[in-house]
């Protein structure tokens, strides 16, 4: 188990550098091994928490071998050895002061300001299965000063490039706390004039001032240790890192003893502008306490209410009107009576003339109301929810007595997305996705982006590292003028006038040049798979060649003759990077290591993570951009490309497994309590999303939500929305009504999660449902709740719950010692991991001042920066990505997303509902993510599929809704039962829509006569039906166009699709048959904007199995149309009543497989003759063992003129 170092500050690190490596087997280029005393990972001048123990020392060893193209390794080794055999020179390193530590008079006294380069965004960090973990550092340089220009130890005054003038105490800290650099005149300049920081615009404290060096108070206190002295509870006095950059003197001052000095109230008035009371001196005058002209008493206006902030709701639900909810529900009762006296009705009146065909029909009519009846009973109590940003803003983003400087205190969010196969995905659609993350409107120190190439592909690599150049252009760009949507194809892209609502008269001039840089970077991107071959091709060339000379020479070296040189071997074809070395995930030619499945883990820090204070960009000419970015903050959020280590003989687990390898990776990295995971085409739409899911995790009873899901909607579908895609009546019917639940079940992307609850925690608060239909609630506090008063909170210091219980598979609470040993056998090896746990559910919890919130965080204690990232955390990371770390863990059974099931997604929402977590809802004004949707019939097939055939899969497990614990309930049981059965529909739809032909074939009907009560009980039906489709239209905002076409396209999927799925499930139940399927293909992003170009693949007709039930039975019932108007019409007695009642239900089959009829014939009606051929096959062969069954009166004699079997 890993260990990290805390050292204290002026320390000594003694760094032993080899300058001769002894022929090491298994080096590679450029490698060098760092070693650090008493653990792996590398030592790390910032505190980061952990479970570990501390040492004083460190030993960093280097082992320079061969260099490869000018690049260098750094790795971290596990072991301990050290090779004896070479010399070593030592030196020493100080490692400079922290917050969270201060610096020794005598240490202090000797050190020099260096400034130092951070090479982690720089550094490709590799590991896995008996490797050491290596860091490959791209870009390095030797100068001295290019190392302090990266340092950005210049003064940032506008025009002035002098060095940066840095105090003499405290470790070399620049004269404000805030961090802008700035030179000796220009600080004297600002001191004589306004005496306010340039940076952070407040006045320099007196302590930044070198020529005093007295002993006042206000030099002793700074304003973070002003904050400090308010009450904090435990777990803040735990996780905050606001400390004080200075250190009291101990020398005999007014202090005395280095303690620190009181608080000074009047100097926190004059700073922050703050206030204690009503009347003070200092009230602020944006209209209370102005003087006489108030209309309150004595002259003032009414009295301030001081809990307005605190007690206004950032989210608002409302239900649907009942004037539309109370007719809905009344119609649902009605159609529900009325089936129970049809269906009694059919039971009770057979027909003797085609019994087969009377129960066949029953038992179908009779699943279908079953079926109806699932469907409909969760959509009782539809809810609408909306959020006020601008509460939000209030409450964590302004001034108060915790953060007088208004820094954010919303908690942090990392956002996954994933991508597989960049033939498939197209890296540019990726970058598109990226670049809307980081162009979000969230603080920026608080975001982070995680990118998961479970491929391990050089070229999604390279697209990435472009998209973070082509980032500091445009990220800037979107904050300096606000434009919507913020993914650089889908703006560029609209056909509407981009002038609306813009007003600075260069938004023209940089939107062109903005506009030509991302043609650029188009160009580039689609190029690198061309420009990634011809460079593999030329190093390998290149490779051949040394191979072969090598050779030669050891053969004339070894005597043999000129003639009977041997050939030289065939040489593996590597995939190379651009700095002339071998990329360490999969080639283009398979090799052992470097395969689909079968190579090292890889992350690299595309971004580094950005400061806490803002940095405010320039003209282009001074900070050599684009564009005009004076006044913008010119930040980026943290970048990092992950690629999960894959080894033969391990189980990935797909989608899944590549999760929760991010979730490792960034509980590590950045440890945002708070997870967004999106699939690579679908991009950030609404800049302000993820702040509207915040709205509802912060809120009052925001602790017991899991996940804040979005729904989904696409672009790029044809106008008539042939096959559904946008599938509104998923989103906008039943999402809708199972928030007003338990809430909605997740989808697997355009979602918020909750850290924690994906740790597989209970929530603080659950209900437990008893009795008959659940009528009887049993609440259940999981935590220990205390009242929220003060007396309560420093009794209960010590005794403070950091987490909500572990239970076991029984809902059996485990207490804090069993809990706290379970945390590594549940979570895995690292400590590092297992200690960041904490720290994420205190980061995730609601404020003290929340009502209802019974262990809040105080506010402003996120108000702080995060730490920064060093070697060693991404040396852990590594290890917690690599193919073993899951072994014997409960990773995919009970903690992250589960494994198991195609539709993962599903299963992963339903295990947190059974927990007692709720979900939410949220449907924004403007759609909050969008992405594509395959347009395509086959590839529209095959989605469908791979969905049915993971409820199947639910079906037949243990997370099917029969058997959901007491924490979920009953409507949401049956809301999710109704997940793993709806494709057991398709065989009751297959036989339903086969009869109409057979009826018609044989002239018999499913009743012996069409009496009044049948029509009359048909209307009835039918009725409701329409009625109940017009009221979900009116309270869901969707068209009756959209509603028809997911009918259509249902009957389509259960004719097509679900019978495969069903067939799929029960060989993988029964037989053990594995389940694979292929990725679904994202459509590219193209320069045509032609409408045919555009919707090219909506025409295209590709041959699959798929096609033929749906085919084959278009075409029987359109023969048996044919046959039966034929027959009846040249009938001596016609019976018309059967030959309507049949036209009528072979009519409807028809009209819903329209769609679907459509699509085989394509753009120019060419249909492949595999389908042809098939379906005449299987309707030929259904018509002769139809007439062989039931042949014509009197034609039995006739056919094979009387031959007989002997």
Not at 564 to 587: F, I, N, Q, R, Y
């Amino acid at each position: 188990m890993s260990r990290r170092l805390s050292l204290p500050a002026g320390s000594p690190v003694t760094v032993t550098v080899s300058p001769v490596a002894g022929g090491k087997s298994g080096s590679s280029p450029g490698e060098a091994v760092l070693k650090r005393g008493g653990g792996g990972g590398l030592t790390s001048p910032a505190p980061r928490h952990s479970l570990g123990g501390s040492s004083s020392t460190a030993t960093l060893q280097v082992s320079p071998v061969r260099r490869s193209g000018g690049s260098r390794y750094l790795g971290a080794s596990r072991d301990g050895a050290v090779d004896n055999s070479a010399e070593f020179v030592h030196y020493t390193v100080h490692i400079p002061p922290t917050p969270e530590r201060t610096t020794s008079a005598a240490v202090e006294e000797e050190a020099e300001v260096r400034p130092q380069r951070s090479y982690i965004s720089g550094t490709i960090f590799t590991g896995g299965l008996n490797q050491a973990t290596r860091g490959h550092v791209l870009n390095t340089s030797g100068s001295g000063a290019a190392v302090a220009a990266s340092g950005n130890m210049t003064c940032k005054m506008r025009g002035c490039d002098m060095p940066a003038f840095l105090t003499s105490g405290g470790g070399g800290q620049p004269p404000c706390d805030c961090g802008f650099m700035i030179c000796q005149e220009c600080y004297m300049d600002c001191v004589a004039g306004a005496e306010n920081c340039p940076g952070c615009k407040e006045p320099y404290s007196a302590g930044g001032d070198t020529d005093d060096d007295g002993c006042d108070d206000d030099e002793a206190v700074s304003s973070s240790e002003e904050r400090d002295q308010l009450p904090l509870t435990s777990m803040a006095k735990r996780f905050s890192l606001v400390h004080s950059m200075k250190v009291p003197s101990s020398n005999g001052c007014a202090g005395g003893g280095g303690k620190p000095a009181e608080f000074d109230h009047a100097r926190w008035l004059f700073e922050t502008k703050g206030t204690y009371g009503y009347g003070n001196a200092l009230w602020p005058k944006d209209g209370h306490g102005g003087g006489g002209g108030g209309t309150g008493f004595a002259g003032f206006e009414d009295l301030p209410n001081f809990s307005a902030r605190c007690r206004r709701p950032l989210t608002r639900k409302t239900s649907v009107s009942q004037a539309i909810l109370s007719p809905y529900r009344l119609l649902i009762a009605i159609r529900l009576v009325a089936l129970g006296f049809f269906l009694t009705w059919r039971i009770r009146h057979p027909n003797p003339e085609a019994v087969w065909l009377w129960a066949l029909s029953v038992m179908c009519e009779v699943w279908f109301a079953f079926s109806w009846l699932l469907d409909s009973l969760p959509k009782l109590c539809p809810v609408q929810r909306a959020a006020d940003l601008d509460v939000l803003a209030e409450r964590f983003e302004m001034p108060t007595a915790r953060n007088p400087k208004g820094r954010s205190d919303l908690p942090g969010i990392d956002v996954f997305v994933s991508t597989a196969d960049p033939e498939k995905e197209p890296p540019l659609v990726t970058a598109n996705t990226i670049l809307s993350i980081l162009a979000a409107d969230y603080p920026v120190d608080k975001l982070a982006c995680y990118l998961s190439d479970d491929g391990g592909a050089l070229l999604t690599f390279e697209a990435l590292a472009e998209t973070a150049s082509f980032a500091r252009t445009w990220v800037p760009f979107c904050r300096k003028h606000g434009v919507e949507p913020r993914s650089p194809e889908a703006y560029f892209g609209q056909k509407r006038d981009f002038l609306k609502n813009k007003v600075r008269v260069d938004f023209v001039r940089e939107r062109r040049k903005v506009k030509r840089e991302y043609d650029e970077f188009k160009v580039r991107v689609n190029y690198l798979p061309e420009a990634i071959r011809r460079r593999s091709d030329a190093y390998n060339a290149g490779e051949e060649l040394r191979a072969r000379r090598r050779q030669q020479e050891e053969a004339m070296a070894a005597g043999a003759l000129p003639g009977a040189l041997p050939e030289a071997a065939t040489a593996v074809k590597a995939t190379w990077m651009s700095d002339g070395s071998h990329w360490p995930g999969t080639w283009h030619t398979a090799a052992p290591d470097h395969s689909r499945g079968d190579h090292a883990g890889i992350i690299q820090a595309m971004l580094a993570p950005p400061t806490s204070e803002q940095v405010m960009g320039g003209e282009p000419v001074e900070s050599g951009g684009l564009i005009d970015t004076t006044g913008v903050d010119i930040r980026l959020p943290m970048l990092v490309y992950v690629s999960r280590e894959k080894r033969p003989g391990y189980d990935h687990n797909k989608k899944a497994g590549a999760m929760n390898a991010l979730v490792r990776t960034s509980a590590i990295m950045s440890n945002g309590p708070f997870i967004v995971n999106l699939d690579c085409d679908h991009y950030v739409h609404n800049s302000a999303a993820l702040r509207e899911g915040m709205c509802f995790m912060l809120d009052r009873g925001g602790d017991r939500i899991c996940y804040v899901q979005f729904p989904q909607r696409f672009e790029g579908i044809d106008p008539n929305d042939r096959y559904a895609n946008h599938n509104l009546v998923f989103f906008d019917v039943a999402m809708r009504a199972m928030d007003g639940l338990q809430g909605p079940m997740y989808v697997g992307t355009g979602c918020v999660f909750r850290r924690t609850a994906l740790y597989g925690f209970s929530p603080p608060r659950a209900t437990e449902h008893h009795g008959w239909l659940g009528r009887k609630k049993i609440k259940l506090f999981l935590r220990k709740p205390t009242m929220g008063k003060k007396t309560d909170r420093e009794n209960n210091n010590d005794k403070e719950m950091m987490l909500p219980p572990i239970e076991d598979d029984g809902f059996q609470q485990l207490d804090d010692i069993e809990s706290s040993a379970l945390l590594p056998r549940r979570f895995g090896s690292s400590a590092t991991f297992v200690a960041s746990i904490p720290v994420a559910e205190y980061q995730g919890r609601l404020l003290q001042d929340t009502p209802g919130a019974h262990q809040g965080r105080p506010a402003g204690a996120l108000a702080v920066p995060r730490e920064p990232l060093d070697a060693a955390t991404v040396a852990e990371a590594i290890s917690v990505i690599s193919c073993f770390y899951e072994d014997k863990t409960e990773w995919g059974q009970r903690i992250g997303w589960i494994y198991g099931s195609v539709t993962e997604d599903v299963v992963t929402g339903y295990r947190m509902h059974n927990r007692g977590w709720r979900s939410v809802y949220c449907v924004t004004r403007r759609d909050a993510f969008r992405g594509t949707a395959p347009i395509n019939l086959t590839d529209r097939l095959h989605q469908v599929l791979r969905w049915a055939t993971g409820s199947v899969e639910i079906f037949f497990s243990r997370n099917n809704a029969l058997f959901a614990s007491r924490r979920m309930k009953l409507l949401q049981r049956v809301a999710y039962f109704n997940v793993g059965m709806y494709p057991f529909t398709s065989v009751f739809l297959l036989v339903y829509c086969v009869l109409p032909a057979v009826s018609l074939f044989s002239g018999k009907f499913i009743v012996q006569s069409l009496n009044v009560t049948f029509l009359a009980f048909l209307l009835i039906i039918t009725i409701t039906l329409c009625l109940l489709a017009l009221l979900e239209i009116k309270w869901s905002g969707i068209t009756l166009h959209e509603w028809w076409r997911n009918e259509q396209f249902w009957v389509i999927g259960g004719t097509s699709a679900h019978p495969a799925a069903v067939l799929q499930g029960l060989l993988k139940v029964v037989a053990g048959v594995d389940i694979s399927f292929t990725l679904t293909s994202k459509p590219g992003t193209g320069d045509n904007d032609s409408d045919e170009d555009a919707f090219a693949e909506l025409y295209e007709v590709r041959w699959s199995f798929l096609m033929v039930p749906p085919v084959t039975i278009m075409m029987v019932n359109a023969v048996a149309l044919a046959v039966a108007s034929a027959r009846t019409l040249y009938s001596e007695f016609p019976q018309w009543s059967k030959l309507l009642g049949g036209a009528f239900f072979s009519l409807w089959v028809l009209c819903h497989l329209y769609p679907f009829a459509k699509g085989l014939l394509g753009r120019r009606g060419r249909v492949p003759t595999i389908v042809f051929v098939w379906s005449g096959l299987i309707s030929m062969t259904v018509s002769l063992l139809w007439v062989y069954i039931s042949p014509p009166a009197g034609a039995r004699e006739r056919i094979g003129g009387g031959f007989s079997f002997p």
